[in-house]
C-alpha cells in the first residue's frame, strides 16, 4: 500500500475536533455498559457458583477474546476499521443481551460471556486504531491518553448505576435484567455513532497482510508487553473481585470505589498528558505499576465504606499513567499500515493478564480468602516494577514520542 505521510508542522489541525469528541462520547457509554457488568461475580454466586466458577468464565471469555484479535488486527489491515468496528458492537449487543436472560451455568454463559469480551476487545482496539489515524505521530500519547479519559467518566457512571440498581430493584432477576440489560442498550447507541464517525472513511488495503503472529515476532514490542499483562491482572482484581470484597464487608457498594478511581485517573490523565514528551514513558509505567500495587495493599484494612476512597485514587493514579504509556511504547514498533494489528498485539496482552490471573485470584479466594487475593497481586507488581525499573532504558531521548523534528528528519531519511 502506498501511504502518504503526514509531516507535523507548526500549523497542525487540531485534533480535538468533533470527531475526537463523537469518539469520546462513545467510549463513555462502552465503558459505562462495561462498568454495570462488574457485578458479573454476583451473577455467577447468585446461581449458585464460585468465585473459581467465575474466574474460569472470565478466563475463558478472554481467551477467546484473545486470539479474535489476532484476526481482528489482520482483519482492520485488509478491510478497514468501519467494518471491523460495527461487526465488534453487533457482538457485543448480542453478548450482553445474552447474558441478561440467561439463568444457566452451563456452556452458555460461557459462550455469552465469550461473545462479550470479544466485543469489547473489538470496539476498544478500533477506537484507538481510529484516533491514532487521525493525528500526528508526535502526539499519539496524548492522544491515546485523551480519549482514554472517556473510559474514567463511563466507569463513575456504569458503578453508580449498578449500586442504584441493586437498591432500586428487589434481589433476584429483576436486579439482573436492570445490570445487563442496560450494557444492550448502551450497545445499541454505539453502534450507531460508529456508522456515523466512520462514514467518510476510506480504505487501502496493504499489499500483504501478514498474519498477527508473523508481525509479533518481526516487530516485538519488547518489555512494555509484561507490564500489559500487569494492568490485565490489576483490572482482572478490581472489575472481578472487588465486588466480593465490598459484599462481604458489608461496605455499601462498589461506587464508592469506582468514582475515586475514576476521578483520580481522569485528573491524572489530564494533568500529565504530556508526560511522554517530557518525563519519559518507562517512569510513567514504574510510578503507574506502583501506584496500582499500593492501592491493592491497603485494601485489605478497609472497613468502612468511605476508606476506599484512598486505595482508589492510588490504583486510578495508576492506570492514568499506564495505559497510554504502555499502547504508545508498544505500537510505535509497527509500521503505520500494520498499526491495526500491532494495537490489537499489545491491547491482547492486557487480555493475557486477565487469562492468566483471574482463575489464579478465584482459587487463591476460595482457598486463603480475598486478603491473600490483594496481597499476592500486589506483590507482583512490586516486583515487575523493581525489575523494569532496573532493566528498561529510562533514557528520556529513547523513550519520548518522536517529535516533529525527529519525524521529519526520519521521513527525509526515508525519501533519500
Known amino acids: 500500500m502506498s501511504i502518504t505521510p503526514v509531516v507535523p508542522t507548526n500549523e497542525e489541525e487540531p485534533i480535538y475536533n468533533r470527531l475526537f469528541w463523537l469518539c469520546y462520547l462513545a467510549n463513555v457509554l462502552l465503558v459505562t455498559a462495561n462498568a454495570l457488568t462488574f457485578r458479573f461475580a454476583d451473577l455467577i454466586t447468585y446461581l449458585g457458583g464460585t468465585e473459581e466458577l467465575v474466574g474460569d468464565i472470565v478466563s475463558c471469555g478472554v481467551f477467546v477474546a484473545l486470539i479474535a484479535r489476532f484476526f481482528l488486527g489482520q482483519g482492520i489491515d485488509r478491510y478497514g476499521v468501519r467494518s471491523l468496528w460495527a461487526l465488534s458492537a453487533v457482538i457485543f449487543v448480542f453478548g450482553a443481551g445474552g447474558m441478561a436472560l440467561c439463568r444457566s451455568l452451563g456452556w452458555q454463559i460461557f459462550a455469552l460471556r465469550t461473545f462479550f469480551a470479544t466485543g469489547i476487545a473489538g470496539m476498544f ?5 481510529h484516533i491514532q489515524q487521525k493525528v500526528p505521530q508526535h502526539r499519539r500519547t496524548e492522544v491515546i491518553g485523551s480519549l482514554g479519559s472517556s473510559g474514567f467518566v463511563g466507569m463513575i457512571l456504569g458503578t453508580q448505576v449498578s449500586d442504584w440498581m441493586l437498591k432500586w430493584f428487589p434481589p433476584g432477576n429483576d436486579q439482573f435484567y436492570a445490570l445487563f440489560g442496560i450494557p444492550t442498550i448502551l450497545g445499541i447507541c454505539y453502534f450507531i455513532i460508529v456508522l456515523i464517525v466512520t462514514r467518510n472513511d476510506t480504505h487501502r488495503r496493504p499489499k500483504v497482510t501478514p498474519a498477527a503472529h508473523q ?61 511522554g514528551e517530557t518525563v519519559g514513558r518507562n517512569k510513567m509505567i514504574t510510578m503507574g505499576l506502583m501506584g496500582h500495587a499500593i492501592g491493592h495493599l491497603i485494601l485489605p484494612s478497609i472497613t468502612r465504606e468511605w476508606q476506599l476512597i484512598g486505595p482508589s485514587i492510588l490504583c486510578g493514579f495508576g492506570h492514568a499513567l499506564l495505559f497510554p504509556a504502555v499502547v504508545s511504547l508498544g505500537t510505535e514498533s509497527f509500521p503505520k499500515h500494520y498499526r491495526g494489528t500491532g494495537t490489537t498485539i499489545v491491547l491482547g496482552f492486557f487480555d493475557a493478564g486477565a487469562i492468566i490471573f483471574a482463575p489464579i485470584m478465584g482459587s487463591i479466594i476460595d482457598r486463603w480468602g480475598i486478603v491473600a487475593m490483594f496481597y499476592t497481586s500486589a506483590c507482583i507488581m512490586t516486583l515487575t516494577a523493581a525489575v523494569y525499573t532496573v532493566t528498561a ?24
Not at 533514557?395 to 526515508?414: F, G, N, V
Open 393 to 416: 532504558n529510562h533514557s528520556l531521548s529513547k523513550d519520548i514520542a518522536a517529535t516533529p523534528e525527529e519525524l521529519c528528519a526520519t521521513l527525509e531519511e526515508a525519501v533519500d
Open 125 to 129: 482496539t478500533c477506537s484507538v486504531v
Open 215 to 275: 508481525l509479533l515476532f518481526r516487530f516485538w514490542p519488547g518489555q512494555v508487553v509484561v507490564i500489559a499483562i500487569m494492568m490485565g491482572l490489576s483490572f482482572t482484581v478490581v472489575s472481578v473481585f472487588l465486588t466480593r470484597f465490598v459484599t462481604q464487608r458489608d461496605l455499601g457498594g462498589i461506587g464508592t470505589f469506582f468514582a475515586g478511581y475514576a476521578t483520580s485517573a481522569f485528573a491524572i490523565r489530564i494533568m500529565t498528558r504530556r508526560w
